[in-house]
């Protein structure tokens, strides 16, 4: 039984590809190897890391999106062993076509009926983009239906998501909870110290141990880095489905 990882958020620069890395390099760290892809046909953040080796599936025929091309990822994750772990990053530009694919040629139906595991991931900001990354959780929660599950990732960087009240008194959460895998709060730190040392991590397209790995890295940005590490690990070995 593969477990199949979809990152699906239609707004674009929320922290989709950045949450979709932290799970890769989660699951690399932990003696795993997950078949990584990336379908953003604008910004390929996911496949710019070296070290998930990332396949990018060209989904641009003629300057528009070509749905056949989805094809290939039904194909690759069909070819995983039982023990195997498949990271989709999907772009916010392709988001409805890919949304469209899945639930119209119903692959999580064929892909369950093969026992394998299906998790949608999806991100929640703060600030002027939370009703709508909200609003966006919803609507997967309404279109993907029983046994795939969502593992929701809490983003502060544009402001608290939990400013007036905790997620899980949330209309939206309360409405869907039977279908959250997890919620995963990703740390809101001062942007001045912690915020440069993962912005800089982030630009270099580094994963947290080769960053840690670094030598001439200076200790407090290690130190730093690693409470944000451990901070997120600890949050997924929570995560209540099989990774």
């Not at 080796?53 to 056949?68: M, T």
């Not at 544009?158 to 869907?176: L, N, P, Q």
Request: charged share 25%; aromatic share 10%; with cysteine.
């Amino acid at each position: 039984m593969a477990r199949i990882h979809f990152f699906l958020q239609g707004k674009g620069g929320v922290g989709k590809s950045f949450c979709a890395s932290i799970l890769a390099q989660y699951l690399l760290d932990h003696d795993r190897t997950p078949t990584c892809i990336d379908t953003d046909p604008i910004n390929a953040t996911f496949s710019s890391y070296p070290r998930f080796h990332a396949k990018r599936v060209e989904i641009l025929k003629d300057n528009r999106i070509d749905p056949l091309q989805f094809d290939s990822i039904i194909e690759q994750i069909y070819s995983t062993t039982e023990e195997d772990s498949v990271i989709v990053d999907n772009g916010a530009s392709s988001f409805v076509a890919f949304s469209e694919f899945l639930i119209t040629n119903k692959i999580p139906e064929m892909l369950t009926a093969e026992k394998h595991t299906i998790l949608i991931h999806t991100i929640i900001t703060g600030g002027d983009e939370q009703a709508d990354t909200v609003a966006g959780f919803s609507a997967l929660a309404s279109h993907f239906s029983e046994p795939v599950k969502i593992v929701v990732w809490l983003n502060p960087y544009y402001g608290s998501v939990e400013s007036e009240k905790r997620f899980d008194d949330f209309k939206a959460y309360i409405t869907h909870k039977e279908r959250i895998a997890s919620i995963i709060h990703l740390p809101d730190l001062p942007k001045d110290s912690f915020g440069i040392n993962i912005a800089q991590m982030l630009k270099a397209r580094l994963t947290f141990a080769e960053s840690l790995a670094k030598g001439e890295l200076p200790i407090m940005t290690r130190q730093r880095l690693k409470l944000i590490k451990d901070d997120i690990y600890n949050q997924i070995d929570e995560i209540r489905e099989p990774l």
